[in-house]
């Protein structure tokens, strides 16, 4: 029995404070604010007091923390991307995310699982191959592994897929992991908390200050603030945020959806990605299977469910593991994913001087939770992008210089 | 069994300690007895009972564990919510046994215990209880880090509920679709009223309820008296003889998606229903009273023993204590009496008691009623596995206990009738506002959808007659709604005078265990925890202590769980809000969602012909296609070396028939094919073939092919295989947007082609061809239509694979005649079918690329060494404005040819594999083989353009991290000047 | 000469193949008395040999009209041809046209248009695979395939469905084939073999199966 | 939104259709900077409203213009593309 439970119990009251200050009223001037309350928006703030002394800092939340897609998506992380980049980017993510419970204080669930993306095809295997080499490359954990790998790390597992699509062999990331993704917004949200950032929720910003292409302040449900910076890390409402300031974006909504089955005695240790049958599942530790797909087909800015997205989804999963025909699916939800024509996202600096931005996290944003916060609170202190998002910048697009991530999209996916 | 014997089970059955004697209205069929195992224990009953009442009949409550302390559970709801007494056999890891049918034979066990039902090792969690308050885990375990994974492991042995069974077959159920003009969700009063009410305006109408049989609480709410079954029997007469109403039992409408989609789940398979509207008649659910030990097996909700009573005649106890707020205790109460079992005590939480004939009734049979009272705790019986007493204590006019006194009642069960939440999971997915009504202590619709309409204890109605009255409002407005005309009658439905519901039934107790969440072993303090820790609105009240998470998603728990934190919060529960409903309303079995899983398929014309030969498949979008034909005596490799051998030597076939066909007419046409493609096709000649490139808006190469020109307004243009469908997709967009006077006609599935190569290919072909194919009649890149064996064709010599070869295209009925007259004739000539694989050998010879092999999503022609199919004078193409952007910028990376030395023998580099320059990544295999023709291995690579000079050495590396030096070589590697194909 | 795109599927039944024009064709099954019970509850067959074509263009209707030949006013709606045969408007502009077993109409219009097409009116070679569904039960097969509310389709209205089956788009009207109204269900023939095989499946759940074509069309062969 | 109403084959549910996305004017090629090009090729209006879009019915093949509020997720109107959009 680890002592904090004695702790806990043998006090006669319950001794935690709150994880978060309430705050009455919204202070006229901030140093920075950070528009969004996530995990992102949270752990920008929680690294602005940390890693830069800025500690005058706010955090608006619209609704309540993490209540986007940190505590929506199916909290899964990993680094093995395609260009070096990418992984470079994901891979800090990732070693952030591996203290992040030291860090916090918090149990934060961070268990590496082990992560397979499955190959059906051999053009996929040809990615993976690619994923794999740059991967190893960088120092990042990653093999190409063939069906019986897999069929020894998930002897349930119907390789064939019920006659349907084959798996040819998978891409292993043995780092690979889950966390508790609320967890991680209230770990960051109390971390910032204690250094003073004010963190206010059901506030919502109504319009942003720009005066001569310099930001002023923030109109909110709450009144105005004035300052001179402000992060917008709102993920599926960027497009609301920059449009307040004019700034045009390739970002398309589109949602992503999500569901669990009741919970079962937990079997499946390990992360299973198929882009060919767009499945992904792992097993949380209440037993739930959490599953999700590929995004929404069109442009939507609702957290709707669908019968569509269950019904394909069940329909690939009974295809690799038919024994759960009677398992059930208790509930589904979805989220709104800033999808960009290169799957990569937007960071940095903007036209708007003072207006920074870290948006266009599709589906990947929750592993990318602890390096966003770090590199922008760097980007927003030093009003200079840090040199891991440079690719991620915005003027990339009239450019005409696309991240590398796109490269596998052509490919299996 | 014979019938002897048969009879004796049944009388067996009926022999049961808690089982009456036969009754009106039962739902159990007495000839058909039952037997079936549960924890090793035979029990007995009949078709017709649920697991769970089937156990209850034989005296046992004591069911099941929960989830986190292991303490002993029992009925709850006998309505789909009864987490704790869930069951698994060897194909289903979750059985709710309080509504699943028991069946002959079922081995049944709990889902949640070590070592059994009584000897579970879990019970120990619950001493340890005080140590595990809410969100305890995110507060422990992490430190030291190494440990971490071994606690995990400890929580993965102890969570999850049934253990899921890896034999369990895949199930296919046979999904459908419906429709019609009103669905009505339930069938009680206010549900079979809106039904009748809609038909007679007219309407098609579909009942469908979740429980086995209509009637919703006129099933079991009887009040001692026989009212309730006679108007269920009114009703349930009218609606059969009503042609235009169905009524589907045992039906869940699971889900509310856009447009009136509502998933309906029977046993079998799941209906997907189109409505155009729907009167939402789904009633309520009983809520629990919070108090020390509610939890025990014997403490229920009222309505749970009375549909135990009347559907099963099972009685649960023989001394019951009700405690309640409202009149349906009072009910329950003279149900139990009816039923032979005696009340010991009515506890009313109210100040002032029943005020109506129900507090007579149950005086009069001499039931002694506290008024403002509540129960403190329930006392278990020795062993924990029952209730033996209930403490009532008394309630101030504030509402407060008074500690000092109270009275202790004996009894073997406690009934719960504090009020109800509604069943508005279906209301708020489709988007209904809903308001916190202080009158009723209920949520009630506020603004609800255009085409949804609510009636009945959802919409807060509770009076039996004005159920029926709101019923036949919302049935008539909801027929109006679907365009039947109704005579304008207005229904009023009269205001309900107070509601059943109590605002706070919620009693604290210092010792705790007076629990809130049963799925998820919420008590109390787990509440004040959370907001102590600020976790203090009801979204994140949720996800930290994790109410309504569990199975039954806090059709129990999510009520009380507002109440609390409206309450510590000083709010009112408007504002504290409730969290998002979302589908499911109870869990649905994978195999009912996924149907059938229809995935298509398409094959080629001569695809029983590859069969024949021997063909090995592959998968290629959604066809299939040969990857290889398989020789006896030869492997996979040697047998597509030989097929490249016989097109290099002799002559081959393959079936090209999945790329994509489209033909163009028009007098736009040439403008039209100048826009989609990079090339010059304006001054084509009618009779030739051009490449075909093209692009992306952003200039991204997607896709390859060949233009031919068939007349001056008549173009045939082939695509990739997996393009296809998007290119014709998009043409037909661009000729929209261009307003172009072409007309564009999809014939990928119209023809049958084949591509004939190899030096004898001409020979195999003249004899059935009704023109001259010598290169002087049909020179290299020349299109012709021509008669083959008969069936009008069209030749193209085209060279992808680098010899004299012929693409015919024929209809698709006539490809495999076509096929069969080449493969005969090519008989002569040692004629062999290839595949896919050595395509892309033979290919890769010539230094053809394949798109989406060869290129990326970002590669443009430049990237590509296409530079010379792209004509940037051209007036206009798609892609070719952002070339120029990008034109201007560096190139990145550039495709290049390379060789292995010839005398290389070490491990073959694979596609894919890093071109390293100096420790760093320069570039990538995209195409690799070991030529034969060539003796060396050669390939296709992305190189950093520095790099990319003939000559020069480059390394790979392989997956073990090995270096293996190349050469960047010149393209084509063979037959660099095209004599071959030229013949 | 001309290959059904499903005549594979029929390898397996036992039954009767013969010539219809210059296809093989399905044309009974050996057990009679199974056959007429699929008629009846629900059957499927292969027509795949009556002759058909297509063309569209801005002029198509012009030039169906130019030959006489009755053609629909309004998008996706049929037209009888003399000779069991059926007019289909495809949306706005182009035109399906299936002969019936004695038609010749198909050829004549793939004849007047030639490889190249006329002014505003280009040939549509279909090679489509066909498909007879009748029987009582033809509701409710098509409530496990097809989500269109076919009970809005009125049978007489000669209404032309362009939908999806079982993942595969499709053509469809319902007609009275041999006195009995049956759908015929057009889709390409690409598709056929899968086509076929689920729908074929799904008859059987549902207590029928195959039905030769000489059922539908007596006295083919 | 689940069903979507072709103006050719009527109402359908969605599967039946592809979203083609956003309604866009191409700007003139020879005219535009590389800035407004890139902007026409890539960005797009992403907040939410009501969006003039294309979308294609698979089974017929016949593209149309879908007046849809993406916040509401509500169709307003669908009608066949004929020409100019900027005017009506």
Redesign the interface.
Request: charged content about 15%.
């Given at each position: 029995m680890p002592l904090r439970l004695l702790r806990f119990a043998l006090s006669h009251k319950h001794p935690e404070p709150p994880m978060f200050t309430e705050h009455d009223q919204l202070g006229k001037t901030y140093d920075v604010v950070i528009i969004g309350g996530g995990g992102h928006g949270l752990a920008a703030a929680y690294y602005l007091a940390r890693n830069h002394g800025i500690k005058n800092v706010c955090v608006l939340e619209k609704n309540y923390l993490g209540g986007g897609n940190t505590g929506r998506n199916t909290t899964i992380v990993r680094s093995n991307y395609l260009t070096p980049e990418g992984v470079a980017f994901y891979d800090r993510s990732v070693k952030l995310f591996q203290d992040l419970s030291q860090d916090f204080d918090l149990n934060l669930f961070y268990s590496t699982r082990g992560h397979f993306t499955l190959a059906h095809t051999d053009s996929a295997m040809r990615t993976m191959r690619w994923r794999a080499e740059v991967n190893k490359h960088l120092g990042v954990e990653s093999e190409v592994v063939d069906r019986d790998f897999i069929r020894r790390m998930v002897p349930e597992m119907d390789l064939d897929c019920s006659g349907h699509s084959p798996i040819h062999g998978a891409l292993y990331h043995k780092p690979g992991a889950v966390a508790r993704h609320d967890a991680v917004a209230w770990g960051y949200g109390r971390g910032a908390d204690m250094r003073g950032v004010e963190i206010f929720q059901k506030t919502e910003v109504t319009r942003i200050d720009v005066k001569h292409g310099k930001v002023r302040g923030v109109d909110t449900s709450r009144g105005y603030i004035s300052t001179p910076k402000v992060l917008c890390a709102v993920a599926g409402s960027t497009p609301r945020i920059t449009q307040m300031v004019g700034i045009r974006t390739p970002i398309v909504i589109q949602p992503l959806q999500a569901c669990v089955t009741e919970p079962i005695k937990p079997w499946l240790d390990t992360i299973i990605v198929s882009g060919s049958l767009h499945v992904y599942v792992s097993q949380s530790d209440r037993g739930e299977l959490v599953m999700g797909a590929s995004v929404d087909p069109y442009e939507i800015h609702s957290t709707r469910s669908t019968l569509d997205f269950t019904e394909g989804l069940t329909a690939h999963m009974l295809d690799m593991f038919p024994f759960l025909s009677n398992t059930k699916v208790n509930r589904q939800w979805a989220g709104m994913a800033d999808m960009t024509p290169d799957f990569a996202p937007i960071m940095g600096k903007t036209p708007i001087e003072g207006f920074y931005i870290d948006a266009g996290w599709g589906t990947w944003g929750f592993k990318a939770t602890p390096v966003c916060g770090e590199t922008m609170s760097y980007t927003v202190a030093h009003d200079q992008d840090h040199e891991l998002i440079r690719t991620f910048r915005l003027s990339r697009f009239k450019e005409l210089d696309l991240t590398g991530e796109k490269g596998a999209a052509s490919v299996g996916h | 069994m014979t019938d002897l014997s048969n009879q004796q089970a049944a009388s067996n059955a009926a022999l049961e300690k808690n089982r009456m004697a036969r009754q009106d209205g039962e739902w159990i069929d007495r000839n058909q007895p039952l037997h079936f195992v549960f924890e090793g224990k035979t029990y007995s009953g009949f078709v017709g009972d649920t697991i769970s009442s089937a156990i209850a009949a034989s005296g046992n409550l004591f069911m099941g564990r929960s989830f986190k302390y292991h303490r002993p559970r029992g009925i709850l709801s006998m309505s789909n919510h009864d987490i704790n007494t869930m069951m698994q056999d060897d194909q289903d890891p979750t059985i709710r046994a309080d509504v699943v049918l028991a069946q002959n034979g079922m081995q049944l066990r709990t889902v949640n215990t070590f070592g059994g039902l009584k000897s579970d090792r879990g019970r120990y969690m619950n001493c340890l209880s005080r140590f595990l308050p809410a969100g305890f885990y995110y507060k422990t375990f992490h430190t030291p880090k190494w440990l971490f994974p071994m606690w995990e492991k400890m929580f993965r042995t102890l969570t999850g509920l049934g253990k899921v069974n890896f034999e369990t077959p895949r199930r296919y159920t046979a999904k459908r679709y419906a429709f019609a003009d009103v669905l009505v969700i339930g069938s009680g009063p206010s549900g079979l009223s809106a039904a009748l009410a809609a038909a007679k305006a007219g309407a098609q109408v579909v009942v469908v309820d979740e429980n086995v049989r209509p009637g919703g609480s006129l099933t079991y709410d009887y009040g001692g008296m026989d009212e309730s079954p006679a108007l269920l029997g009114r009703l349930l007469s009218e609606v059969t003889a009503c042609e235009k109403i169905e009524i589907w039992a045992g039906t869940l409408a699971a889900g509310y998606y856009s447009d009136n989609w509502i998933a309906l789940v029977d046993d079998q398979r799941m209906t997907k229903m189109r409505a155009k509207t729907v009167v939402v008649a789904s009633g309520s659910y009983e809520q629990p009273c919070v108090f020390r030990n509610n939890d025990l097996p014997g403490v229920m909700m009222a309505s749970a023993a009375q549909r135990l009573l009347r559907r099963y005649a099972v009685r649960v106890g023989r001394n019951f204590v009700v405690l309640t707020s409202n009149s349906a205790g009072y009910r329950a109460a003279l149900d139990m009496v009816s039923g032979g079992a005696s009340v010991a005590a009515i506890v009313d939480m109210r100040p002032e008691g029943e005020l109506s004939h129900w507090h007579e009734l149950a005086a009069g049979l001499g039931i002694r009623i506290l008024a403002g009272h509540c129960i403190y705790e329930a006392i278990p019986e020795p062993g924990r596995y029952g209730v033996s007493a209930a403490v009532v204590k008394r309630l101030s006019s504030a509402g407060e206990i008074e500690q000092a006194g109270g009275v202790t009642f004996s009894c073997d069960a406690i009934l719960m009738a504090v009020g109800y939440a509604p069943a508005a999971n279906l209301l708020y997915q489709a988007g209904t506002k809903m308001r916190y009504s202080h009158e009723i202590e209920q949520f009630v619709p506020d603004l609800l959808p255009e085409s949804i309409f609510a009636c009945g204890r959802v919409n807060g109605v509770y009076t039996l007659s004005s159920r029926l009255l709101d019923g036949e409002r919302a049935g008539l407005e909801a027929a109006q709604k679907a365009g039947y005309v109704v005579e304008q009658k207005r229904v009023d439905v009269p205001a309900e005078p107070s509601g059943p519901t109590h605002p706070y039934p919620i009693i604290s107790h210092p010792k705790g265990m007076n629990f809130v969440d049963f799925d998820e072993d919420l008590h109390l303090r787990d509440f004040y925890v959370s907001v102590q820790e600020a976790f203090d609105n009801i979204e994140l009240m949720k996800r930290f202590t994790t109410v309504g998470m569990g199975p039954s998603q806090g059709k129990h728990s999510n009520m009380n769980a507002i109440r609390i934190l409206a309450r510590l919060k000083g709010k009112n529960i408007d504002e504290i809000g409730t969290t998002t409903a979302r589908p499911f309303f109870h869990p649905v079995k994978l195999s009912h969602l996924a149907g059938k899983g229809f995935t298509p398929e398409r094959l080629t014309p001569m695809h029983h012909r590859h069969q024949e030969l021997g063909a090995v498949f592959m998968d290629a979008g959604n066809w299939k296609r040969p990857e290889y034909y398989q020789i006896e005596g030869l492997s996979r490799i040697e047998a597509i070396r030989q097929e490249v051998r016989s097109v290099r030597t002799n002559v081959g076939m393959i079936d090209v028939g999945t790329l994509g066909k489209i033909e163009i007419f028009g007098p736009d046409a040439v403008l039209f094919i100048e826009r989609m493609y990079t090339g010059l096709f304006a001054k084509q000649a009618v009779g030739t073939t051009r490449y075909a490139l093209g692009l992306d808006e952003t200039g991204v190469v997607i896709d390859d092919g060949v233009v031919g020109r068939l007349a001056q307004e008549h173009f045939f243009v082939t695509t990739t295989t997996t393009g296809s469908a998007q290119i014709y997709r998009e043409m037909n967009r661009w000729a929209l947007l261009w307003k172009m006077n072409v007309g564009i006609v999809n014939a990928t599935g119209y023809m049958a082609a084949m591509n004939l190569a190899g030096p004898k290919s001409r020979a195999v072909l003249a004899p059935h061809c009704n023109i001259d194919v010598s290169d002087a009649s049909v020179p290299y890149l020349a299109l012709r239509t021509c008669e083959i064996g008969g069936v009008s064709a069209r030749i193209m010599r085209v060279g992808f694979v680098g010899e004299l070869g012929y693409e015919i295209h024929v209809p698709s009925e006539k490809g495999a005649y076509v096929w069969d007259l080449l493969m005969q004739e090519g008989q002569k000539y040692g004629i062999q079918p290839f595949g896919v694989e050595a395509q892309r050998i033979l290919r890769l010879e010539k230094g053809h690329i394949i798109v989406s092999q060869d290129t990326d999503g970002l590669t443009n022609p430049f990237d590509a060494a296409c530079g010379w199919a792209v004509k940037m004078n051209k007036p206009f193409f798609i892609g070719q404005r952002s070339l120029k952007i990008a034109q201007a910028t560096e190139r990145k990376q550039v495709l290049a040819g390379f060789a292995l030395a010839e005398n290389y023998r070490g491990e073959l580099p694979k596609e894919s594999h890093l071109l390293i320059e100096a420790g760093d990544i320069a570039g990538r295999i995209t195409s690799i083989t070991d030529s034969e023709a060539l003796g060396r291995v050669i390939g296709l690579c992305f190189v950093r353009p520095d790099l990319n000079e003939i000559g020069r050495m480059v390394q790979f590396r392989l997956s073990d991290g090995a270096l293996v030096p190349a050469q960047i070589v010149a393209t084509p590697f063979y037959d660099p000047d095209g004599m071959r194909q030229k013949v | 000469?001309?290959?059904?795109?499903i005549e594979?599927c029929f390898s397996q039944l036992p039954g009767d193949f013969g010539q219809v024009g210059d296809?093989r064709t399905f044309l009974r099954l050996a057990d009679s008395q199974a056959e007429s019970l699929n008629l009846e509850t629900i059957g499927l067959a292969d027509c795949?040999f009556l002759e058909r074509t297509g063309l569209?263009?801005?002029l198509a209707m012009e030039f169906l009209s130019s030959l006489g030949l009755p053609v629909p006013q309004r998008?996706?709606h049929w037209e009888p041809l003399e000779g069991g045969g059926i007019l289909m408007r495809?949306?706005?502009t182009e035109f399906f046209i299936e002969d019936g077993p004695s038609g010749g109409i198909a050829r004549l219009i793939s004849e007047k248009l030639g490889?190249?097409?006329i002014e505003?009116a280009?040939?549509?070679?279909?090679?489509d695979a066909a498909l007879i569904l009748c029987g009582t039960k033809q509701n409710?097969f098509l409530?496990?395939t097809?989500?269109?509310?076919f009970?809005e389709i009125d049978e007489k209205n000669r209404q032309v469905?362009?939908?999806?089956m079982?993942?595969?788009?499709?053509?469809m009207v319902q007609n009275k084939i041999n006195e009995r109204y049956s759908w015929k269900i057009w889709c390409?023939?690409?598709?056929?073999?899968?086509?076929w095989e689920?729908l074929f499946g799904?008859t059987l759940?549902m207590g029928g199966g195959a039905v030769g074509c000489n059922r539908l069309y007596p006295g083919l062969a | 939104m689940k069903l979507l109403t072709c103006p050719i084959n009527g109402t359908r549910p969605l599967q039946e259709f592809t979203w083609g996305g956003e309604f866009r004017e191409m700007p003139d090629p020879e005219q535009a900077t590389d800035e407004e090009w890139a902007d026409y090729v890539f960005n797009r209006s992403g907040a939410p409203g009501v969006k003039k879009e294309w979308w294609h019915h698979t089974a017929s093949g016949v593209w149309f213009i879908a007046e849809r509020d993406t916040e509401r997720d509500i169709v307003l109107r669908t009608y066949l593309y004929t020409g100019k959009m900027s005017d009506d």
């Open positions: - | - | 000469m001309r290959q059904s795109p594979h296809m795949s569209k263009g801005p998008p996706n495809l949306g706005m490889m190249d097409g505003g280009y040939p549509v070679r279909r090679q409710d409530s496990q097809c989500n269109v509310n009970a469905v362009m939908t999806n079982v993942g595969v788009s499709v053509v390409d023939g690409t598709f056929g073999h899968y086509f689920t799904i759940e | -």
